[in-house]
């Protein structure tokens, strides 16, 4: 019984073996240019900046940089550029419509696509708390240096916003 119990141990020991050395090759021939071409692509430069101290526009239906959210970055050949803004915008209940929008802009120039807004009509709490989310990515800005601005919008002057924070990445895509 102790020989051949041995022996069968053996042979499964083996069988499996062999079984996982061939779904490895089976993976690595498959899947290893998959997993090559991940390697280059890769995030290149990462930049960050926050604000999290309140801070409300200064005036209604203009647009205002949000301060310290200006980043500059450097985008080399070939990069594409992912922009994320998160923040957290308070509300003021108004009888008609109030809201914050929010929207970057690159070099000077705002984009007006994408946006995001805050808010709406006749909200029935006194005070709202939602949350803000802006992304967007590029591939079309030219190898160099640039700036990323974060614009507020505010329809009503008693909204603001805290906790601000924006992110910026090079990658090759």
Not at 28 to 54: N, P, Q
Not at 65 to 81: D, R
Not at 118 to 136: K, M, R
Not at 138 to 154: F, K, R
Request: glycine share 10%.
């Amino acid at each position: 019984m102790g020989k051949s119990s041995g022996l069968a141990l053996a042979i499964i020991s083996l069988l499996i073996g062999a079984g996982g050395l061939g779904i490895g090759l089976y993976s690595y021939l498959t899947f290893g240019e998959r997993i090559v071409d991940l390697e280059t692509r890769s995030i290149k430069g990462i930049w960050y900046a926050e604000y999290l101290e309140d801070w409300a526009p200064m005036l209604t239906d203009t647009n205002e940089t949000i301060p310290n959210l200006t980043i500059s970055f450097q985008v080399k050949e070939g990069e594409s550029v992912y922009f994320l803004f998160i923040s957290r915008a308070i509300i003021y209940a108004y009888s008609g419509q109030t809201y914050l929008i929010f929207a970057f802009s690159i070099d000077g120039t705002i984009l007006y696509k994408p946006f995001t807004v805050a808010g709406g009509f006749n909200i029935d709490e006194t005070w709202s708390y939602i949350p803000v989310a802006l992304q967007y990515s590029i591939d079309t800005l030219t190898a160099g240096n640039h700036t990323v601005s974060v614009i507020a919008l505010n329809s009503y002057g008693s909204n603001f916003i805290r906790q601000s924070t924006i992110l910026v990445q090079t990658y090759i895509p």
